[in-house]
């Protein structure tokens, strides 16, 4: 009696579920078509926008080419690549109105323009227009404290909405990693898109890393103790490639800055066919001017760090390093020695991080034999550069390594991760002969840079030479050419459209 209660229950519960099928396949296939026509609603009037925007005082219509870049007055690497971007089209295309979307909302345009040409020796020949934007805390990591990657794209998406809505360009380009916002130009904006990507969001070495329940700076050590906290986050992980490799997929052009980034956008986007090579511009010519200073054997030898002071660039690894070498000098009668680590700070999170290497430095007895420079002018830096013996960096995978470059340009003998750009791309050797050292742990670090000052200044000089040769690849040139070439058919969709 019981078993055929149960069964008429079941039978009733499915004729139930079964009579709410037809009506809900209504329901959501009409909420469907409202939204499609909500979008279709907001795509024409952006393409109004569009129009108000290119029309020239002229009459004529102009193209409109926007970067998406929200932190432009930082001083790295990823900047040295936007505003050498810019000089490109503009030589290319003068009639071309050129948008920066930033959210440096707390100085003009004309100052970071001012600063660009202080801290990498770049000015325009034509006007930009300055979109300030509001919301970015909006992708600032301090906001996410957990699936930090998920919130700062999602957060990246209503920026980019913030920005759509003020300023709807032809060409779009995000020069700092936002794919998340692609489709929103893409399919809203009615634009072309690109992308300059220096370091995929996610890679598979990330996955690994959480695979494998390795400690790291993006995976906790509560987490890699717990099999099922892992577990549940490498799920998170593969859901987030996922999402990622689909919206970077809308990308019409996409460029990587080193063989490293290649392989893994190419593994996550999957767009091999519109996917280029484009080293980042490298002022190598100005470190080329600078003499090679004749060492000597009485002297001090700097050791010089140069990068943004995040939290992948490892910079306590260098200080570490910097204090076991010291030991090492007391026992093997090295010459003085001076850690200077230079770098750009971007807000409050990198200036509390700056104040935590000075703890560091304190706590390991080093304080005396190490300096901090921040934000420093250009010329102040090449003095710095040309100095200096060794150039460190201490990244793991390193998606390039600008800062490297300029110090093999310079005649510094690089020390870098044995990893990522410097690896496949920087520190190879150059017709046969070395360019540089790479290590990884603390204990690798000090043994070589000890090594190094151990060579005599012949070898040195050796070294120094052939890195000095083997820059060439990644000056400005170099890069304008390769950069032209690959966004050159988002401008012939323009064109065409345009005529």
């Not at 102009?62 to 007055?73: D, R, S």
């Not at 979307?101 to 227009?129: C, H, W």
């Not at 979109?131 to 957990?146: G, M």
């Amino acid at each position: 009696m019981a078993t055929a209660e149960r069964g008429w229950c079941l039978c009733e519960l499915l004729r139930f579920f079964y009579s709410l099928l037809f009506p809900g396949l209504f329901v959501c296939g009409t909420l469907c078509v409202c939204l499609l026509i909500i979008l279709w609603g907001i795509r024409l009037l952006l393409q109004r926008k569009k129009k108000s925007v290119s029309s020239s005082k002229t009459g004529k219509n102009q193209t409109v080419i926007a970067f998406f870049h929200p932190y432009c007055n930082a001083g790295g690497g990823g900047e040295r690549v936007l505003w050498c971007a810019l000089r490109a089209l503009q030589k290319k295309y003068p009639e071309a109105l050129y948008v920066v979307y930033t959210g440096d909302a707390n100085v003009s345009g004309q100052q970071i323009l001012e600063g660009a040409f202080r801290r990498f020796n770049i000015r325009l020949t034509r006007p930009v227009k300055f979109v300030f934007l509001r919301k970015r805390y909006l992708v600032e990591d301090s906001l996410y404290p957990h699936f930090t990657l998920l919130g700062q794209s999602l957060g990246s998406i209503f920026l980019g909405w913030e920005a759509l809505m003020q300023c709807v360009p032809d060409v779009y380009i995000d020069s700092m990693g936002y794919a998340f916002t692609l489709p929103l130009f893409k399919y809203l904006g009615g634009c072309r898109v690109g992308s300059y990507v220096h370091y995929p969001t996610i890679s598979t070495d990330m996955l690994s890393v959480v695979k494998n329940q390795n400690v790291g700076f993006n995976n906790a050590a509560f987490i890699t103790r717990n099999p099922f906290l892992s577990k549940v986050k490498l799920i998170y992980y593969y859901l987030f490639a996922f999402m990622y490799g689909l919206v970077g997929s809308c990308s019409d052009i996409v460029m990587v800055n080193s063989s490293w980034t290649l392989n893994h956008i190419l593994s996550l986007w999957k767009v091999g066919n519109c996917t280029n090579i484009v080293y980042p511009p490298c002022d190598v010519q100005t470190f080329l001017d600078l003499p090679l200073h004749e060492e000597k054997a009485t002297s001090e030898h700097l050791l010089v760090s140069i990068g943004q002071f995040r939290p992948e660039k490892n910079h306590p690894l260098q200080i570490r390093a910097f204090a076991k070498l010291l030991n090492k000098k007391e026992s093997e009668s090295l010459p003085p020695l001076k850690l200077v680590l230079i770098g750009g700070c971007r807000n409050q999170d990198d200036e509390l991080r700056v104040n935590q290497l000075r703890r560091l430095a304190e706590d390991l007895g080093v304080q005396e034999d190490v300096e901090f420079k921040i934000n420093i002018p250009f010329d102040e830096l090449k003095n710095y550069l040309s100095e200096a013996t060794v150039g460190l960096h201490t990244m793991w995978n390193e998606h390039f390594g600008i800062g490297i470059v300029e110090c093999m340009a310079a005649g510094m003998i690089v020390l870098a991760h044995n990893s990522g750009g410097p690896k496949l791309d920087i520190v190879v050797p150059h017709h046969g002969e070395r360019t540089g050292f790479l290590a990884e742990s603390e204990e690798g670090y000090a043994e070589t840079m000890a090594h190094i000052l151990s060579m005599s200044a012949e070898q040195r000089l050796q070294i120094r030479n052939s890195a000095r040769a083997s820059v060439s690849r990644f000056s400005d040139q170099e890069f304008e050419v390769a950069f032209l070439s690959s966004v050159e058919r988002l401008f012939q969709k323009c064109h065409t459209c345009t005529n």
